[in-house]
């Protein structure tokens, strides 16, 4: 076994090393939402152990987080990626800021095509945020009233912009 010290600073040289990257939970201003620990992806998507749905899930985290660098370093403004989380372990995936205002939400599954209730709970608190439904295995895209996009992960991938 290893200290939580020990853990930290492990994570801290993986990180100094780029070999991972942080994503923190978004915590402002939302009723029972508590501090969780941040998520960690790689950005070797080769060095990803587990299932398809893991491998997606960090394939998508290294393409936000381009997109996020291509804003902070083109326009000049604040990008962040975060995840969202509740007390009631409701889970957003990603959840992207610009110049600190909500701006994405975004959920991964492989084969999921129904839409994700978590949207529903949190679009309560960010009602004019894009809402995205990232399917591998997606036979048909669609788009809900209350702007919820499903939309085919290799489609969406080679496509989407946060400009």
Request: charged content about 30%; glycine content about 4%.
């Amino acid at each position: 076994q290893c200290s939580d010290k020990t853990v930290k600073r492990w994570l801290t040289i993986l990180e100094n090393m780029y070999v991972i990257f942080r994503v923190g939970p978004f915590h402002r201003n939302i009723a029972r939402t508590i501090l969780k620990a941040p998520k960690y992806y790689f950005y070797d998507t080769g060095q990803v152990i587990g299932d398809s749905g893991i491998k997606l899930e960090n394939l998508t985290a290294c393409a936000l987080l381009k997109e996020i660098h291509y804003i902070e370093d083109y326009f000049g403004e604040q990008a962040q990626l975060y995840y969202l989380k509740t007390k009631d372990n409701r889970e957003i995936d990603f959840f992207v800021t610009r110049k600190e205002a909500p701006f994405l939400m975004a959920e991964v599954k492989w084969a999921d095509t129904s839409p994700s209730r978590n949207f529903t709970v949190f679009s309560k608190f960010f009602p004019r945020v894009r809402k995205v439904q990232i399917v591998k295995e997606l036979d048909r895209q669609k788009t809900y009233p209350d702007g919820l996009e499903i939309r085919a992960a290799h489609n969406w991938l080679a496509d989407f912009s946060l400009t």
